[in-house]
Antibody
């Protein structure tokens, strides 16, 4: 079955760290750009970060640049998001998403995980 | 940053009616625009990519058009399951951006 399964969310204090994981299955993970998109409670969608299929290029929203790091492990078909220096405004549901076309940079997101909730609060 | 402005913010219609949603970009995004549907408690679902192409498994009542800065998303005849929030998204420039969403509600 083609799917993405996120994990690693939870409650963390401001200034803390968290690492999210996204386990991919049912497709050739190494050939697709992968992304993280978040959604604060009751709000719209916000793109966070993308990593190209090779892992050589990464892109970040200004709101997380310097604090978050995206990475991937094609041996385990897993996408990661390391989140440091967390702030209250990082509180959101975090989704991983797959680009539609293989080996073609970032595309429309045709497969989404179910999301993992991150709450930053003291 | 490309700003995507969706209108209207809320659209109240009845099943069987036609829904027309708009997405306007602050500068040209060529045809690199997608539309997503999101229902409460669910992840978004891709409906339309590259402005006018239906994603796999998407019914023909959903369609998209436009290029450059002005885009339209249409549901030809609303089914009960179509009432949800719809987002447009551009991928022509970094950062990738989403519109603020249009809530399609039952009248």
């Amino acid at each position: 079955e083609v799917q993405l399964l996120e994990s690693g969310g939870g409650l963390v204090q401001p200034g803390g760290s968290l690492r999210l994981s996204c386990a991919a299955s049912g497709f050739t993970f190494s050939t697709y750009a992968m992304s993280w998109v978040r959604q604060a409670p009751g709000k719209g969608l916000e793109w966070v970060s993308t990593i190209e299929d090779s892992g050589d290029s990464t892109y970040y929203a200004d709101s997380v640049k310097g604090r978050f790091t995206i990475s991937r492990d094609s041996s385990t078909n897993t996408l990661y998001l390391q989140m440091n220096s967390l702030r209250a405004e990082d509180t959101a549901e975090y989704y991983c998403a797959k680009s539609r076309v293989a080996a073609a940079g970032v595309g429309a997101f045709d497969l989404w995980g179910q999301g993992t909730m991150v709450t930053v609060s003291s | 940053e490309i700003v995507l402005t969706q209108s209207p913010a809320t659209l109240s219609l009845s099943p069987g009616e036609r829904a027309t949603l708009s997405c306007r970009a602050s500068q040209s995004v060529n045809s690199y625009l997608a539309w997503y549907q999101q229902k409460p408690g669910q992840a978004p679902r891709l409906l339309i990519y590259d402005a006018s192409n239906r994603a796999t498994g998407i019914p023909a009542r959903f369609s998209g058009s436009g290029s450059g800065t002005d885009f339209t998303f249409t549901i030809s005849s609303l089914e009960p399951e179509d009432f949800a929030v719809y987002y447009c998204q551009q991928r022509n420039y970094w950062p990738i951006t989403f519109g603020q969403g249009t809530r399609l509600e039952i009248k």
